[in-house]
């Protein structure tokens, strides 16, 4: 039956796939009594379901080669064994023969008492082996639970998985989506969690905050995921695929449109020009820079060196790993932030400190650089060299105070007179600047502007720190908004001090790549924008659209908002005439 779940869009886009639940544990089950009349089709629900469990897992052994078979087929020989356990079965029978259970209230009961079992032992290995339980009683209980129709489930297999979970952790979602994962469906969750940004960044649709979806779908169910209409469709009917495929059709032209723009200059209705720069980790986040017309990279992220490495990356490691990105940018200027771990961020090589009682205001960033002065110099020497190869600026991260820059600065100097020792080539001049993050920082600019080239605003820090809420938590969306009246003065504020002292001002946040935000932006004077290469396009044509001087005359009242509601209302009556609710990605 055709079913709708509500949620919150986290990445724009609409996909058609089958669900996959992650630990599908969590089960409404029916704890309502059978009569006499149900119990022979009740033990055929419960048998048919065991066989559906057992031929995923003879399905599963066929899809598995080489040495992931010899990994994983341990597991399914286990859970094929459980699922023919005499006791087990026979203990299911008599609580739906005897006690009346509904088979997913007897196979939930087996799952408590085996729990019990299994927690009273005094082996570790073998209470571990509870896991094993979960994971079969789950999947017979889904399939147990399924709805669909033979017609569905011969579409459903046709097509790919949606992933469905409570949440998602970044680099889960990374490998997924590299093995063909179509979209996301979290119960949880918010637009501005790291999830969502990586989600949008791979332009996988998303949403979040779908209440009952856990409860509600079950492993292969076919849905209809549209997520800028908010929702999720369970089960959908020939007229949902109907206007699933025209959006294919609209999609498709809308992005051939927009691949034209690749070359275009970008400029605001009123012909003023903007730099729209990059965001980039990769080589191909730089490839796809290059290809959309990037005018550079706003920021180089370093630490994956460090996340994704045993020990700490050599000089050479990072050097060839800078030099590249300098080189394919092809001569456009490459902006290199240092080492920016710390919070989430824990790397392997155990710079990181662990076990701080709130690591999001602990010694993350600069902080954590200054504290290991030999490794920061081994980066510091690396970016130099680098720097060699093409126009390079330096970006220091989670600057709070001046003496920060000074002691960078002073890094600098002594890394530079070392390579000069060694006879190696230096630039003549290697801008340095601060990442406006911390809210100190943005009140105190002007003193840091004494010593820093340029500065770029990290808008997701600042505005969870000026909040108070963490953008990934849901329960906060009220509060976590970019049009806050606070972070927009704090931003004006820094804009501002940035013209007035005739250094760049950039915004590499992720508001900054959302085009929701781009008339935003222009109004409190922001002219460089840095976000996802795969939002160039996006952005570089919305900025088409606006008109600057309008834009910039408004500014004084939007930075007089008392609300965010004020501001969202101000906005939306410059840009869109229908008043229209601006909305995140």
Same mark, same amino acid.
């Given at each position: 039956?055709r079913?709708?779940?509500a949620g919150?869009? &986290?990445?724009? /886009?609409m996909t058609?796939?089958?669900a996959r639940?992650?630990?599908?544990s969590?089960?409404?089950?029916? =704890?309502?009594?059978? @009569?006499?009349e149900e119990i022979?089709?009740?033990?055929?629900?419960?048998h048919?379901a065991?066989? @559906?469990?057992r031929?995923?897992?003879?399905e599963?052994? /066929?899809?598995?080669?080489? &040495?992931?078979a010899?990994?994983?087929n341990?597991?399914?020989?286990?859970?094929?064994?459980?699922?023919d356990d !005499?006791?087990?079965?026979r203990g299911?029978?008599?609580?739906? @023969?005897?006690?009346?259970?509904?088979?997913g209230a007897a196979?939930k009961?087996?799952?408590?008492r085996l729990?019990?079992?299994?927690? &009273?032992m005094?082996?570790?290995?073998?209470?571990?082996?509870m896991?094993?339980v979960d994971q079969?009683?789950?999947?017979?209980?889904?399939?147990l639970q399924?709805?669909?129709?033979?017609?569905?489930?011969?579409?459903?297999a046709?097509v790919?998985?949606?992933?469905?979970?409570?949440?998602?952790?970044?680099?889960?979602?990374?490998?997924?989506? /590299?093995?063909?994962?179509?979209?996301v469906?979290?119960?949880?969750g918010?637009?501005y969690s790291h999830s !969502?940004?990586?989600?949008?960044?791979l332009?996988?649709?998303?949403?979040?905050?779908?209440?009952?979806?856990l409860?509600?779908? %079950?492993?292969d169910d076919l849905i209809?995921?549209?997520?800028e209409?908010?929702?999720?469709?369970?089960?959908?009917?020939?007229?949902?695929?109907?206007?699933y495929r025209?959006?294919?059709?609209?999609?498709?032209a809308?992005?051939?449109?927009?691949?034209s723009l !690749?070359?275009?200059? @970008?400029?605001?209705?009123?012909?003023?020009?903007v730099?729209l720069?990059?965001?980039a980790?990769?080589a191909?986040d730089?490839a796809?820079?290059?290809?959309?017309?990037?005018?550079?990279?706003? #920021?180089?992220r370093t630490?994956?060196?460090f996340?994704?490495?045993?020990?700490?990356?050599?000089?050479?490691?990072q050097?060839?790993?800078?030099?590249?990105?300098v080189? /394919?940018?092809?001569g456009?200027p490459? =902006?290199?932030?240092?080492?920016? #771990?710390g919070a989430?961020?824990?790397?392997?090589?155990?710079?990181?400190?662990?076990?701080?009682?709130?690591p999001?205001?602990?010694?993350?960033?600069?902080?954590?650089?200054?504290? %290991?002065?030999a490794?920061f110099?081994?980066?510091?020497?690396?970016i130099?060299?680098?720097?060699?190869?093409g126009?390079?600026?330096?970006?220091?991260?989670?600057? =709070?105070?001046?003496?920060?820059?000074?002691a960078?600065?002073?890094?600098?100097?002594?890394?530079?007179?070392?390579?000069k020792?060694?006879?190696?080539?230096?630039?003549?001049?290697?801008?340095?600047?601060?990442?406006?993050?911390v809210?100190a920082?943005?009140?105190n600019?002007?003193?840091?502007?004494?010593h820093?080239?340029f500065?770029a605003?990290?808008t997701?820090?600042l505005?969870?720190?000026?909040?108070a809420?963490?953008r990934?938590?849901?329960?906060?969306d009220?509060?976590?908004?970019?049009?806050?009246?606070a972070?927009?003065?704090?931003l004006?504020h820094?804009?501002?001090a940035?013209?007035?002292a005739?250094?760049?001002?950039s915004?590499?946040?992720?508001i900054?790549?959302?085009e929701?935000?781009?008339?935003?932006?222009?109004?409190?004077?922001?002219?460089?924008?840095?976000m %996802?290469?795969?939002?160039?396009l996006?952005?570089?044509?919305?900025?088409?659209t606006?008109?600057h001087?309008t834009?910039?005359?408004?500014?004084?009242?939007l930075i007089? !908002?008392?609300?965010?509601?004020?501001a969202?209302?101000?906005?939306a009556?410059?840009?869109?005439?229908?008043?229209?609710?601006?909305?995140?990605?």
């Open positions: 039956m079913q709708i779940l919150t869009m &986290a990445s724009r /886009g058609l796939g089958r639940l992650v630990q599908p969590r089960y409404l089950v029916d =704890t309502r009594p059978l @009569t006499e022979p089709s009740e033990l055929e629900r419960l048919a065991l066989d @559906t469990a031929q995923e897992l003879h599963l052994r /066929g899809k598995l080669h080489g &040495a992931l010899r990994e994983v341990e597991f399914i020989d286990a859970h094929s064994l459980l699922l !005499a006791e087990l079965l299911l029978d008599e609580m739906i @023969t005897i006690g009346r259970y509904r088979a196979l009961k087996q799952r408590d729990a019990g079992v299994f927690a &009273a005094d082996d570790p290995y073998l209470r571990s082996r896991e094993d079969v009683i789950g999947r017979v209980i889904s399939a399924r709805q669909t129709s033979v017609e569905e489930r011969k579409l459903a046709r790919g998985e949606i992933l469905v979970a409570d949440t998602i952790a970044p680099a889960d979602m990374a490998h997924l989506a /590299g093995n063909g994962l179509l979209g469906i979290t119960s949880s918010s637009p !969502a940004i990586l989600a949008r960044s332009n996988l649709p998303m949403l979040v905050g779908t209440r009952d979806a409860a509600t779908i %079950h492993d209809l995921l549209d997520t209409r908010g929702e999720a469709v369970l089960h959908p009917t020939a007229q949902d695929l109907a206007h025209s959006w294919q059709r609209e999609a498709a809308e992005g051939r449109r927009l691949a !690749a070359n275009a200059p @970008t400029q605001t209705r009123d012909g003023i020009s730099r720069l990059a965001n980790e990769s191909s730089v796809l820079a290059r290809a959309r017309g990037a005018d550079g990279v706003g #920021l180089y630490e994956f060196l996340l994704r490495h045993k020990g700490l990356p050599s000089e050479d490691e050097f060839n790993a800078y030099r590249d990105v080189l /394919g940018m092809g456009a490459v =902006t290199i932030r240092t080492l920016d #771990l989430d961020k824990a790397d392997a090589a155990g710079l990181v400190i662990r076990g701080e009682e709130n999001a205001l602990g010694v993350r960033g600069v902080r954590l650089s200054l504290r %290991h002065p490794v110099t081994t980066q510091i020497r690396a130099l060299r680098a720097a060699c190869y126009p390079v600026r330096v970006l220091v991260p989670m600057v =709070t105070q001046p003496d920060e820059l000074i960078v600065r002073t890094l600098f100097k002594l890394a530079r007179q070392e390579l020792r060694e006879n190696i080539d230096l630039p003549e001049k290697l801008p340095l600047g601060a990442m406006i993050e809210p920082a943005a009140i600019v002007r003193a840091l502007l004494e820093s080239d500065l605003i990290g997701n820090d505005a969870q720190y000026v909040l809420a963490d990934g938590n849901d329960a906060l009220n509060i976590y908004n970019p049009l806050q009246p972070l927009l003065r704090l004006s820094v804009i501002s940035g013209r007035r005739g250094k760049p001002v915004l590499c946040g992720e900054g790549g959302d929701n935000f781009t008339s935003l932006l222009l109004a409190l004077g922001l002219c460089e924008f840095s %996802h290469p795969s939002r160039i996006v952005v570089r044509d919305r900025l088409a606006l008109d001087a834009l910039r005359s408004f500014a004084p009242r007089r !908002a008392r609300t965010h509601e004020e969202e209302a101000l906005l009556s410059i840009v869109c005439p229908d008043h229209q609710a601006i909305t995140p990605l």
